[in-house]
């Protein structure tokens, strides 16, 4: 019978930093190269558009990776964006300590696996309430939402569609917006 070691909060510490980005879903850690141009164009394009809302809607803060998102000592992660509410900003300390209202990650080849498979999960689990997924390739975003400890895909926002929330009331993102001239 074989000892299962599960990765900690405090073991992602003791590594040194070499750019890659280091994540730990239930003890597992999973390991991805940092991001290439195309993520981080369509990162900052849906930034932007955030940023553009909240300053009219101060309704909470954006945060953009890297950052922890502890939920637990043996499950952290490093959402793409972040975004917390006024009234959850308590779980923002040293790290983001506790579930943010609204994760966003952009697909890459080397990440849309976990994207999609173990880390959908545990933002569910830790009742993340709103989970979005942005795909270069598909040029959509899907936007899923909690029920129960799991997620329901609420809709896919293609190319030519505006994204909406009820999350941000009177919030519009043009998917072209974000996909083009990358």
Do not use: C
């Not at 390991?31 to 849906?46: A, E, M, N, T």
């Not at 945060?63 to 972040?82: M, N, Q, S």
């Amino acid at each position: 019978m074989g000892i299962s070691t599960k990765f900690t909060h405090a073991d992602l510490l003791a590594i040194p930093d070499d750019g890659k980005r280091r994540e730990i879903v239930d003890g597992e850690m999973i390991v991805s190269p940092s991001p290439k141009f195309r993520h981080q164009f369509v990162s900052i394009r849906i930034a932007a558009a955030l940023l553009r809302y909240l300053a009219e809607h101060p309704l909470g803060l954006l945060l953009l990776a890297p950052l922890d998102v502890i939920f637990g000592e043996v499950d952290v992660l490093e959402p793409d964006l972040i975004f917390v509410l006024n009234e959850h900003r308590s779980i923002l300390q040293d790290w983001v300590r506790g579930a943010p209202d609204l994760v966003i990650e952009i697909l890459s080849p080397t990440t849309a696996a976990n994207d999609r498979g173990p880390k959908l999960k545990a933002y569910a689990r830790f009742g993340v309430p709103e989970y979005w997924i942005a795909d270069p390739d598909a040029k959509t975003i899907e936007v899923y939402r909690l029920s129960r400890q799991t997620y329901q895909l609420a809709q896919v926002f293609g190319e030519y569609d505006a994204l909406t929330s009820t999350l941000l009331p009177g919030f519009t993102l043009s998917v072209a917006d974000v996909f083009h001239s990358e």
